[in-house]
């Protein structure tokens, strides 16, 4: 018994050191093998879209401006007023303008009375020339007879050479009377013009006299105001603007600036789905219209405006908020997916660099090249090369490879958690 006894105490001793060892270790057996973190290979609709910045606007704006100089006596319509076409929204002193009327109504009537004087003139020419008509056919006449009767000799040839004279008298004074008959016409003809001057300067004069009276020229709401009352205005080589209307709210466009990346994905008839900080987590719908093909360049960063037709109803969206929009350029229903983090994982080597891959050949076919990596029989990544389509930013579709719904593959690795040292008498 007293044999055994140190053999014994000596097996307790190394069984306690083992255990002491055993704990005070950092790590335990496979405590260096990596962890990764799974996902699933998945089946579901995939949309891919353009996400950029936007502006909304009226669908029509009109700015109401003021095409005569003059001070703003009147305002009939404010912010937010609603107005109607032909409606009166403001007035301009007319005091100038009924000035230059009366001025051009007495110009008229001047005009008019000598165009009558003209008339007249021309009427006593007219009786003239017919009187001098008459007495060269009376001339004529009596040379006439004087011929015949000094044929037969019964007058001497002096009173047939007086007889002669009368009658040329005669016709030079009808080409006189029917010259100043001309004259007489000319100058009616000059009076007439005066008055239809005359005439047009009163027309432009009412006409700018209406234009003291501003008018809207659609139906609409008034979004801004310019002037105030006894503010003057002037108008030289371009109408200030008075007031800015919008057309129809319950219709508006969204201004979207899209970055020359992505605007040869975008066309007319696809879908916009857009939000604004006013309205958080509510969601508007629209429809691309136009894609204007003006750059515009900005920091050097180009873009194009794609303009879309929203509806609104409620009048909640007001002109000027902007707005994060998404094109859906493509959607794809019932399509295998993966996530589009595990295309970004690459295993890492013992020194911590990320594994070396070969570099595959050029496949020819739909899509661009991708791969994941899957857990392997042996517990190491394993790749399977894909053939990649659409994506929406978060998972893409797979056209090709050899991939099953459900199935497992590696999103990432986990990082690695130092054990704390533990002694023999517990955490140092």
Not at 306 to 317: C, I, R, S
Request: hydrophobic residues 45%; proline residues 6%; positive net charge.
């Amino acid at each position: 018994m007293s044999r055994a006894r140190p053999w014994l105490i000596a097996a307790l001793v190394a069984g306690l050191a083992a255990a002491a060892l055993w704990a005070w270790s950092p790590w335990k057996p496979g405590a260096d093998a990596p962890q990764y973190r799974l996902g699933k290979v998945e089946r579901g609709p995939l949309s891919a879209a353009v996400s950029a910045s936007g502006t909304l606007s009226a669908l029509i704006t009109v700015q109401v401006g003021s095409q005569v100089s003059g001070q703003i006596r009147e305002i009939l319509a404010d912010f937010n007023s609603p107005v109607r076409q032909g409606q009166v929204i403001a007035r301009l002193d007319p005091a100038t303008f009924e000035t230059r009327v009366a001025q051009a109504e007495a110009d008229l009537r001047a005009a008019e009375s000598a165009a009558e004087v003209a008339r007249g003139n021309l009427a006593v020419r007219r009786a003239e020339a017919g009187k001098a008509q008459i007495a060269l056919l009376d001339a004529e006449r009596s040379l006439g007879r004087k011929r015949t009767l000094v044929a037969q000799g019964f007058l001497s040839p002096a009173e047939l050479d007086t007889a002669q004279a009368v009658s040329d008298t005669a016709r030079q004074q009808l080409g006189l009377a029917q010259a100043d008959e001309g004259v007489g016409a000319a100058q009616l003809q000059n009076a007439l013009a005066v008055v239809a001057q005359r005439q047009a300067a009163l027309r432009q004069a009412r006409v700018e006299l209406g234009h003291t009276v501003i008018r809207s020229p659609v139906d609409g709401t008034v979004i801004s105001r310019n002037v105030d009352v006894g503010q003057t205005v002037a108008a030289s080589l371009q109408a200030p603007v008075l007031f800015t209307i919008a057309r129809d709210l319950s219709r508006m466009e969204v201004n979207i600036a899209v970055d020359e990346a992505d605007v040869g994905r975008v066309e007319t008839g696809q879908k916009v789905r857009f939000g604004v900080d006013a309205f958080p987590g509510e969601r508007f719908g629209g429809v691309v219209t136009q894609i204007r093909k003006a750059p515009q360049t900005v920091n050097n960063v180009v873009t194009y405006s794609v303009m879309a037709q929203v509806d609104n109803p409620d009048l909640k969206l007001l002109p000027g908020m902007t707005a994060s929009a998404r094109i859906l350029t493509e959607e794809r229903q019932g399509v295998l997916r993966v996530p589009n983090e595990a295309l970004r994982f690459r295993p890492m080597q013992p020194d911590g660099t990320p594994l070396k891959t070969e570099v595959r050949a050029r496949e020819e076919g739909p899509g661009t090249p991708g791969r994941i990596w899957v857990p392997g029989p042996d517990g190491r990544p394993a790749p399977v090369p894909l053939r990649l389509g659409v994506s929406d930013g978060k998972a893409t579709e797979v056209l090709r490879g050899e991939l099953q719904e459900g199935a497992s593959l590696i999103l990432g690795q986990e990082e690695a958690r130092a054990r704390p040292a533990v002694g023999p008498f517990g955490r140092l």
